[in-house]
């Protein structure tokens, strides 16, 4: 079953607003990740947030984690044309010795911002 | 190299033919991910490797895919007998995947490998 799922499944805005996309999840979490995708090729790293985080900034990225209600999310500030990509959140699962392994992702959310 | 490297970019094959895909993964990577992506669809998870063994190989969908690992380094991901519903991107991705470290699970993807099967 999907560890993590993306709402909403498209998001489309005008540049210059802001894009919120959400991530639910439903097993416990060391760290949650979030990745995007151009034209369906390789994903990209964005951010990581760990379990004891609450918020996190990158640049124009804003990442918000509530381990309680078990969600994410991913605030894009003043977005552009070139952020117009599919983004997903992804948790590492399982492995044995307290290491993290099986990167599992959501169905993603596809972003257009339109110029 | 830099980053991942998967070979062949796209491949076309007739059905009932076997293919196999190619990941280079980073240097010191010892983790290793390959997931398949539908169009239009989220990642599934097909097999993991911590070095050359994989100890998570949940995700192949038949006994049609096989996957190795040599060196802990390049990995092939053999599907034979191809069917149309085998086509897809393939992604690989590697991470350091040493430890219980936050960073180690950072994953670091391949273009991927459009398959076509006709």
């Known amino acids: 079953s999907q560890q993590g799922e993306e709402d909403p499944q498209a998001l489309s805005i005008q540049e210059g607003e802001n894009a919120t996309m959400n991530c639910s999840y439903k097993?416990?979490?060391?760290?949650l990740q979030w990745y995007r995708q151009n034209s369906g090729r390789g994903l990209v790293h964005l951010i990581l947030?760990?379990?004891?985080?609450r918020e996190k900034h990158s640049g124009r990225l804003r990442v918000t984690l509530d381990t309680s209600k078990k969600s994410s999310s991913l605030l894009i500030t003043a977005s552009r044309a070139a952020d117009t990509a599919s983004y997903f959140c992804a948790t590492p699962r399982g492995g044995s010795g307290g290491s993290n392994y099986k990167l599992t992702f959501g169905k993603g959310t596809l972003l257009t911002v339109n110029p | 190299g830099a980053g991942v490297s998967q070979s062949p970019s796209n491949k076309v094959t007739e059905k009932g033919k076997d293919v196999e895909l190619r990941c280079d993964p980073i240097s010191g990577h010892t983790a290793l991910y390959w997931y398949r992506q539908s169009l239009g669809q989220g990642l599934e998870f097909l097999i993991y490797f911590q070095g050359n063994s994989a100890p998570d190989k949940s995700g192949l969908p038949s006994d049609r895919f096989s996957a190795e690992r040599t060196g802990g380094s390049v990995s092939t991901l053999t599907i034979q007998r191809t069917q149309q519903e085998d086509s897809a991107v393939y992604l690989c991705?590697?991470?350091?995947?040493?430890?219980?470290?936050?960073?180690?699970?950072?994953?670091?993807f391949g273009q991927g490998t459009r398959l076509t099967v006709v």
């Open positions: 991705a590697s991470s350091l995947g040493i430890g219980s470290g936050h960073k180690n699970t950072e994953a670091f």
């Open positions: 947030i760990r379990s004891n985080e």
């Open positions: 097993t416990s979490i060391n760290n």
